[in-house]
Nanobody
Framework: QVQLVESGGGLVQAGGSLRLSCAASGHTFSYYAMGWFRQAPGKEREFVAAITWRGGTAYYADSVKDRFTISRDNAKNTVYLQMNSLKLEDTAVYYC?????????????????????WGQGTQVTVSS
């Protein structure tokens, strides 16, 4: 069992920045990949970014590439999402997720079905 707790969401003006954190517990965090997803009002949840177990490889949705950065600190059992140049369309609930079965996989995944555990989400609202 893995518990995930997101934090760092809030209200920010367009063009601003936020850093989300996701603290994990209950499993050996450094063994598996982590991902961030988001769900905007009236839309389906979508992939944002993912990172491998050691942090050597990251993968991003085209909509956030060059603006968002995913990283992890295995010593702190935490994954981060640095969000810069935020746009109105980035408004959503952001979820972190754990791909526990990935175990040392060199490739992060974008499919939601690959992730077994999910956090409760944190709201990010971008205003004009």
């Amino acid at each position: 069992q893995v518990q995930l707790v997101e934090s760092g969401g809030g209200l920010v003006q367009a063009g601003g920045s936020l850093r989300l954190s996701c603290a994990a517990s209950g499993h050996t965090f450094s063994y598996y990949a982590m991902g961030w997803f988001r769900q905007a009002p009236g839309k389906e949840r979508e992939f944002v970014a993912a990172i491998t177990w050691r942090g050597g490889t990251a993968y991003y949705a085209d909509s956030v590439k060059d603006r968002f950065t995913i990283s992890r600190d295995n010593a702190k059992n935490t994954v981060y999402l640095q969000m810069n140049s935020l746009k109105l369309e980035d408004t959503a609930v952001y979820y972190c997720a754990a791909d526990v079965s990935s175990r040392f996989s060199p490739t992060p995944k974008s499919k939601q079905s690959s992730y077994e555990y999910w956090g409760q989400g944190t709201q990010v609202t971008v205003s004009s």
